[in-house]
């Protein structure tokens, strides 16, 4: 059974006093069900972040991470740091950071595997453009990132990735993929990793949306077979907004 995993992810907003602020907010309004809740941050909140959440079986996710253990790469962050302060999740390939950061299906895949073999559950994003989708690629593109990202990884590992499917062109635009949408492209993905894991282990993997998830909009998201979560940016931010989604 899928547990639902509800994830918010802050890109590049906060400090680390405007998060705490929002776990003293957020502790006092949440209570605890059979939803797996995490917020991604930047890092120089987690720290903090993972003390303010201790005892609420709540997440703390980062936004990204290398993959090597250390080394001269200044400005980078490693899983061993990561894992020391109790991070639990990293969201990796982000389309924000493929799109202006660099980021490959290879060194996604490099990073997945860091993350699983350090403890560290990976969030891993993959999406179209709305380029691609014009032009009906959609699956084809998604079904590249997913071989590529997942290559090499063995199934007891692949099973502890949360796939997020974030279309670009339903990011920060308030143009949401419609539940129809967003359940076709989850089912694909579920269909490519039956393909290459089996069925039986293809039905163990979470699959969240992301893209432009709100309060209006969770549940009817959340009620589709193959989505089994959501990756909210902008509704994340208020404990208030955060918490209905959690709550579909
Ligand atoms: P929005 O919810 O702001 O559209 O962002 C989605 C996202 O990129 C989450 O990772």
């Keep these: 059974m899928r547990k639902p995993f509800i994830a918010g992810n802050w890109k590049m907003y906060k400090t680390a006093a405007q998060a705490v602020e929002f776990a003293e907010e957020f ?109 009906g690629k959609e699956k084809l593109f998604v079904e590249g990132q997913i071989r590529a990202d997942f290559d090499g990884i063995p199934a007891e590992d692949a099973v502890k990735i949360t796939v997020a499917y ?33 069925e039986d282990v293809s039905e163990e993997i979470a699959i969240q949306y992301g893209g432009s998830v709100k309060p209006s909009n969770a549940s009817e998201l959340m009620d589709q077979v193959d989505i089994d979560g959501a990756l909210v940016g902008g509704a994340s931010l208020k404990p208030a907004d955060f918490l209905e989604i959690v709550h579909f």
Aim: with cysteine; net charge neutral.
């Design 166 to 198: 974030e279309p670009i062109w339903a990011i920060g635009t308030g143009k949401t993929a419609t539940p129809a949408q967003a359940q076709e492209m989850c089912a694909f993905i579920r269909d490519v990793l039956a393909g290459i894991y089996g």
């Design 27 to 135: 502790k006092k309004i949440y209570r605890p069900s059979d939803v797996r809740v995490a917020i991604a941050a930047p890092y120089t909140q987690l720290w903090a972040l993972k003390k303010a959440f201790e005892g609420t079986g709540i997440g703390v996710a980062a936004q990204n991470m290398h993959w090597e253990d250390q080394g001269a790469f200044t400005g980078e962050v490693s899983a061993p740091m990561l894992k020391e302060i109790g991070v639990d999740y990293v969201i990796i390939g982000h389309s924000e950071r493929r799109e202006y950061f660099g980021e490959t299906d290879d060194t996604v895949n490099r990073k997945v595997k860091k993350a699983l073999a350090s403890g560290i559950l990976p969030i891993l994003c993959c999406g179209e453009s709305l380029k691609i989708r014009e032009a």
